[in-house]
C-alpha cells in the first residue's frame, strides 16, 4: 500500500500530465483546426494508417506526406491511375501534371540519411498533397463520398470538386458538423452540404462555386492576359438554391498565377470587389460570402510556392435567415482558411501521450 506523500506525488504527477495534455490539444488545434488525429501503427516492415473503416499499409511510409502521396492514387484507384499516368502529356488530367511535376520537383532534391526531404514544396507538390489532405480529412472525421471522387476523375467536374473539398475541410476544421445532401434528388436544387454549428446546434446551408478560367486546372485554351473579376453569374448561380437556412457561399476566383502577376491581379481583384459589392451590396438570402483564391502556385516548376492570399468576405445586411453567434461563426471560419496549407509532416505531430498508468492506489 501507498502512503499519503507517494499518492500526493502521484496525484500532482498526474495533474501535471493532464496540463501537458490540455497544451498539446490547444496547440494542435491552434494549427489543424477540429480534424481527428491520425491513427497509425508500426510493425517490423509496415506503416499502418487508419481511414474510416480502412486499414491501410506501406513500407515505405516514413512522413505523413509520404502517405498522403499514396492515399490520392488509393482513393482515384488503380485502373484509373494507371490509364491516365501513361497517356499523352497533352491529354493528362490536372491531378498527373501535379504529380509529374511533383515527382520532377523531388528529382531536384536531396534525401538526408533517413531517406527524408526537408526542402520546401512547389506549386504542383503542394497543389497534390493539399488534394490528398482534404480527402484524407472528410474521410477520416466524416465520409468521402464516391459521388465527388467520380467528378474529380473527370476534368470537367475537376475543378468544382476540387473547391467543394476545400471547402467541406475547411468547415471540418471549424468544428461543424458536415450533412451531405442528396444529389440525385432531382426535385429541387440542392446546395453542397448542411453544416451543423456543434456550439448552437443550428444548421448553415453552403453552397460552393469556381470561376473557370481558359488554360487554368485542366480548362482548354490560353490563360488569359487581362483579368476580371466576373464572377457575377456564380453569385446569382448560387443564390437560385433557395435552402431556407441561414446560407454561406463560397466562391473561388481561380485567378491566374504566372510569373509576378499574382499580387497585381489580386489587388485589381479587390478594386474590382469594392466598387462593385461594396456601394452596392447584395443584401438578399445570402448571409456570408467568401471569395477565395486559394490553388498553389509557384513563379517557375522549381521554385517554392508562394503564399496564399487571404479571402475576401462579403456579409450581407440583410439576410433572410440569421446566423446565431454570427461573429464567432465568421471568426471560426476565416481561422480554418487560414490553416490550409498546415500539413504534419511526422506522424507524431498527431500523437498524445496516455495519462499514465496509476495502477492501485
Known amino acids: 500500500m501507498m502512503n499519503n506523500k507517494e499518492k500526493l506525488l502521484i496525484l500532482k504527477e498526474i495533474q501535471n500530465r493532464i496540463r501537458q495534455q490540455e497544451k498539446k490539444e490547444k496547440n494542435f488545434i491552434k494549427k489543424y483546426g477540429h480534424v481527428r488525429k491520425i491513427v497509425h501503427c508500426n510493425t517490423e ?40 499516368i501513361n497517356s499523352n502529356k497533352i491529354e493528362q488530367h490536372q491531378i498527373i501534371i501535379w504529380h509529374r511535376q511533383m515527382v520532377e520537383f523531388q528529382k531536384k532534391q536531396t534525401k538526408n540519411s533517413e531517406g527524408i526531404y526537408y526542402s ?29 471522387i467520380n467528378r474529380l476523375k473527370n ?36 446546395t453542397e452540404f448542411i453544416a451543423e454549428n456543434v456550439s448552437t446546434g443550428q444548421l448553415i446551408a453552403v453552397e460552393a462555386k469556381s470561376r473557370h478560367r481558359s488554360g487554368l486546372l485542366g480548362m482548354s485554351g490560353k490563360i ?13 448561380e448560387a443564390l437560385e438554391k433557395k435552402p431556407n437556412l441561414p446560407f454561406i457561399i463560397f466562391i473561388d476566383l481561380n485567378l491566374p498565377k504566372y510569373k509576378k502577376n499574382q499580387q ?20 438578399d438570402k445570402f448571409n456570408i460570402i467568401f471569395f477565395t483564391d486559394h490553388h ?19 456579409i450581407s445586411k440583410n439576410p433572410s435567415y440569421k446566423i ?5 461563426v465568421l471568426s471560426k471560419i476565416r481561422k480554418s482558411i487560414s490553416q490550409f496549407g498546415n500539413i504534419p509532416n511526422d506522424f507524431s505531430e498527431m500523437d498524445f501521450d ?6 492501485e492506489i
Do not use: C
Not at 483579368?227 to 446569382?236: A, E, F, G, P, S
Open 45 to 84: 516492415d509496415f506503416k499502418f494508417v487508419a481511414v474510416g473503416k480502412t486499414m491501410l499499409a506501406n513500407k515505405q511510409w516514413i512522413t505523413f506526406p509520404d502517405f498522403l502521396m499514396d492515399y490520392l492514387k488509393i482513393v482515384l484507384g488503380k485502373e484509373w491511375w494507371e490509364s491516365n
Open 120 to 148: 520546401k514544396v512547389n506549386g504542383s507538390m503542394q497543389s497534390y498533397i493539399l488534394l490528398a489532405y482534404d480527402l484524407y480529412t472528410i474521410a477520416r472525421n466524416y465520409e468521402l463520398q464516391e459521388i465527388i
Open 155 to 190: 476534368i470537367k467536374g475537376f475543378q468544382g470538386a476540387l473547391n467543394e473539398l476545400f471547402v467541406a475541410s475547411v468547415f471540418i476544421r471549424a468544428g461543424f458538423k458536415i450533412n451531405y445532401t442528396d444529389e440525385t434528388d432531382r426535385s429541387m436544387k440542392h
Open 224 to 236: 488569359p492576359k487581362n483579368v476580371k473579376l466576373d464572377i457575377t453569374k456564380k453569385i446569382n
Open 264 to 283: 497585381k491581379n489580386f489587388k485589381q481583384l479587390i478594386s474590382e470587389y469594392k466598387k462593385s459589392y461594396e456601394k452596392n451590396p447584395i443584401n
Open 296 to 314: 498553389p502556385y509557384s513563379i517557375t516548376d522549381f521554385s517554392v510556392a508562394k503564399d496564399f492570399n487571404d479571402p475576401l468576405i462579403a
Open 324 to 328: 446565431q453567434e454570427n461573429d464567432l
Open 354 to 359: 496516455n495519462i499514465i498508468e496509476m495502477g
